[in-house]
């Protein structure tokens, strides 16, 4: 079966640092991945999706980037936090082709002081 | 632009009082619509896919349904563990799902 890990689960970190979350999907191959942030009561805001190593598209202009080194791996990173990157950010996969669900980590809680 | 409406924002039932939850889209061709569960803390969990009007999935005490504007997620005889946000999310070909802000579900005993 698949799984996907994110972490770390909790961050805490002050306004200028840099970010680096990971995401890893195990149990299968080539699978299209995404970062999405969510801001409390408000719907999934995506950022960025990858649908191969090295491949990657951006949906919003922000202080945030985006890479995928491996196949099942990608990365989310900062190279000055700011105090509006403060969020939960969700990793997800889906397999590809059409009428995929996404199946989604269980987040990181990101929060900058 | 593609637009996911869910309603109403929060929702507070008794035990086994039945209701539904509702996900109204506007969208440009609609390939499939997707259900999750988030608890809190948690990531969203997939829960069902709709694709064409007419089209009904269940689980449990849960039943989705959709027509051409909207889809409604149907729960019956609620538990204090059915409480959570309720997300609807559409593939409309682009490139990730379009999602609601949810619905958050409490179910007192």
């Known amino acids: 079966s698949q799984t996907i890990h994110q972490w770390p689960a909790t961050l805490v970190q002050p306004v200028g640092s840099p970010l680096s979350l990971e995401c890893t999907v195990e149990g299968t191959s080539n699978p299209n991945l995404y970062w999405y942030r969510q801001a409390a009561g408000r719907g999934l805001q995506l950022l960025f999706y990858?649908?191969?190593?090295?491949?990657i598209s951006s949906e919003v202009p922000q202080n945030l980037s985006a890479s995928r080194p491996q196949d099942r791996q990608f990365i989310l990173s900062s190279k000055k936090l700011l105090l509006s990157d403060s969020g939960f950010y969700l990793c997800?996969?889906?397999?590809?082709?059409?009428?995929?669900?996404?199946?989604f980590g269980d987040g990181t809680r990101l929060s900058i002081l | 632009e593609d637009q996911v409406t869910q309603s109403p924002e929060a929702l507070r039932l008794q035990e086994g009082e039945s209701s539904s939850l509702n996900c109204s889209y506007t969208v440009s061709g609609l390939r499939g619509l997707f259900w999750y569960r988030q608890d809190p803390g948690k990531g969203p969990e997939f829960l069902f896919t709709l694709y064409s009007a007419g089209e009904e999935k269940e689980k449990e005490r849960l039943k989705a349904t959709l027509t051409k504007k909207e889809s409604f997620l149907h729960i019956t005889a609620p538990k204090p563990e059915d409480s959570a946000t309720y997300l609807c999310?559409?593939?409309?070909?682009?490139?990730?799902?379009?999602f609601g802000s949810g619905t958050r579900l409490q179910v007192q005993p």
């Open positions: 999310g559409v593939d409309t070909g682009r490139r990730a799902l379009t």
């Open positions: 997800a996969w889906t397999r590809t082709g059409y009428y995929q669900p996404q199946h």
């Open positions: 990858s649908v191969g190593i090295g491949q």
